[in-house]
Nanobody
Framework: QVQLVESGGGLVQTGGSLRLSCAASGSIFSVNAMGWYRQAPGKQRELVATITSGGRTNYADSVKGRFTISRDNAKNTVHLQMNSLKPEDTAVYYC???????????????WGQGTQVTVSS
């Protein structure tokens, strides 16, 4: 059993900041890439940012320069620092981890339950 638990969402005004966190727990053997995706009402889920176990990052163009992804490999956690938030950043944010469990030594994708981020204008 693997769980990804997110925290840190909420309501913020335009220009404000939020920090999302996600912790992976359970019978984890190793974690490869971790990342954040988001889904706004009526839209498809989209990539926000990813980070490899080696620290290589990738960002959506829409968040470059405003969001920063980081991770703690020892704790299997990933964070997303979001600055200069805009109303268009409003969405449910999902944590993702590609990992192998102790039993299944094949990398599989796991998702958190999602956390709401609302940016008011």
């Amino acid at each position: 059993q693997v769980q990804l638990v997110e925290s840190g969402g909420g309501l913020v005004q335009t220009g404000g900041s939020l920090r999302l966190s996600c912790a992976a727990s359970g019978s984890i053997f190793s974690v490869n890439a971790m990342g954040w995706y988001r889904q706004a009402p009526g839209k498809q889920r989209e990539l926000v940012a990813t980070i490899t176990s080696g620290g290589r990052t990738n960002y959506a163009d829409s968040v470059k320069g405003r969001f920063t992804i980081s991770r703690d490999n020892a704790k299997n956690t990933v964070h997303l620092q979001m600055n200069s938030l805009k109303p268009e950043d409003t969405a449910v944010y999902y944590c993702n981890a590609q990992l192998m469990t102790v039993v299944v030594r094949t990398p599989l994708n796991y998702w958190g339950q999602g956390t709401q981020v609302t940016v008011s204008s």
